[in-house]
């Protein structure tokens, strides 16, 4: 298969010739203008945007976007947070158009050729979707609202009439407000940081050159190998699922016998039943397995180090003070703001904050001072 054409916008770190003929007056006129011929031709000869929207690009997309919101809901329900899915998205989209293209052809339907700029707009649909499941609060805020949260919690002071119940009236709108104004904010973000001051944006070109890899003929054979690998471990953690549900839990035959408890592989003892009162146990979850290994290790590692500190140290540290004057009164039950649940939200809220403003602060200082010194240089 022939190679697709490559999209300027896939390459925000080369820059325009008009910037090279800025900086340097003494450019040949004729060179910088065969440059710009090219780069028309290369414009020209892409497909339109109606052309880039497919019927099979829309049931391809709906359908694996469907699949990865479920992947996002389960990491946000069990780790609070989900690492970014383009590289994957990108390759289950070239699959599922390749398959669709091939079935379509022996049936003798015709279909608009196969390119990068519908694989593109695929794996956009997908990352748009994961977007929508994470934004939207499907896993956290809208359920911290409905009245089956309130019924669970009864914690006193809470007013029932107060609850907001995540209705499709409710959130279809909310829904779209979330994605009408993140399209508004991308389109202006996109044309001042990316196309006038040419700012790096790696995980956007590592996507487009992942996609225009797949359509040359060494490419196409990477992605059948990936794709290989990619079927092998779904099959195992598939199955390991369905033998850690027969050995978790209610299932397990030592829980189930009377005065016996262990966990089971949901929630095993690794470091003793002490330890395991306060969590430390290991579920051999194989998501949250592969969840480590997308992270990069700075996450990981920091993770692991707020675990330690956390469930080692503070918390049981907090809980033996129970009772004592100036913390919380002994009793209050774990799962109670007045208790030890309090000190562990605002104690993270108050890291989670400080550290928020801080990359706010330093995002918005360093940008004005590349911008300024792009400006200094034309």
């Known amino acids: 298969m022939s190679e697709g054409p490559r999209d300027p916008a896939l390459e925000p770190l080369s820059p325009r010739p008009s910037t090279i003929a800025s900086k340097h007056p003494d450019v040949d006129h004729h060179e910088k203008g065969t440059a710009d011929d090219e780069i028309t031709a290369i414009i020209e000869s892409l497909p339109t ?25 389960k990491l946000m329900l069990t780790a609070g947070l989900f690492p970014t899915f383009n590289t994957a998205a990108g390759l289950l989209s070239f699959v599922f158009l390749k398959a669709s293209s091939a079935f379509t052809t022996k049936l003798g339907i015709k279909q608009p050729v196969l390119g990068a700029q519908e694989n593109t707009v695929v794996q956009t649909f997908i ?3 994961c977007n929508i499941a994470f934004s939207g609060g499907f896993s956290l805020q809208l359920n911290a609202l409905s009245y089956s949260t309130y019924k669970i919690l009864d914690m006193p002071g809470d007013n029932p009439k107060a609850t907001f119940e995540p209705t499709m009236s409710k959130t279809i709108p909310l829904l779209i407000c979330i994605s009408v104004i993140g399209v508004f904010t991308v389109v202006f973000l996109r044309k001042l940081f990316i196309i006038d001051y040419q700012l790096p944006y790696p995980s956007g070109a590592a996507t487009g050159v992942l996609i225009n890899g797949f359509y040359t003929p060494s490419g196409e054979d990477v992605a ?19 033998f850690k549900w027969f050995f978790g839990g209610k299932h397990c035959p030592i829980c189930s016998t009377p005065g016996s408890s262990c966990g089971g592989f949901s929630s095993f003892p ?3 039943l002490t330890a395991y009162k306060w969590s430390w146990n290991f579920d051999f979850q194989i998501n949250l ?19 330690i500190i956390s469930w080692g140290v503070l918390w049981p540290y907090i809980d033996g003070k129970a009772g004592e004057e100036g913390w919380y009164p002994a009793g209050t039950p774990q799962s109670s703001m007045s208790g030890l649940y309090g000190y562990k939200i605002f104690i993270t809220l108050a890291i989670f904050m400080s550290d928020g ?15 300024r010194a792009k400006q200094a240089e034309i």
């Open 289 to 307: 397995i592969g969840t480590g290994m997308i992270c990069s290790h700075a996450v990981d590692w920091s993770m692991m180090l707020g675990a």
């Open 49 to 73: 945007w109606k052309d880039q929207l497919t019927v099979r690009g829309a049931l391809i997309g709906a359908g694996l976007g469907a699949v990865f919101c479920i992947v996002v809901h």
């Open 224 to 242: 059948k190998r990936q794709i290989r690998v990619l079927g092998k471990w779904f099959s195992v953690s598939f199955l390991w699922g369905f």
């Open 357 to 371: 403003l801080y990359n706010i602060v330093k995002v918005l200082l360093l940008s004005g001072l590349h911008m």
């Open 270 to 272: 690794t470091f003793g």
């Open 127 to 129: 990352i748009a979707c």
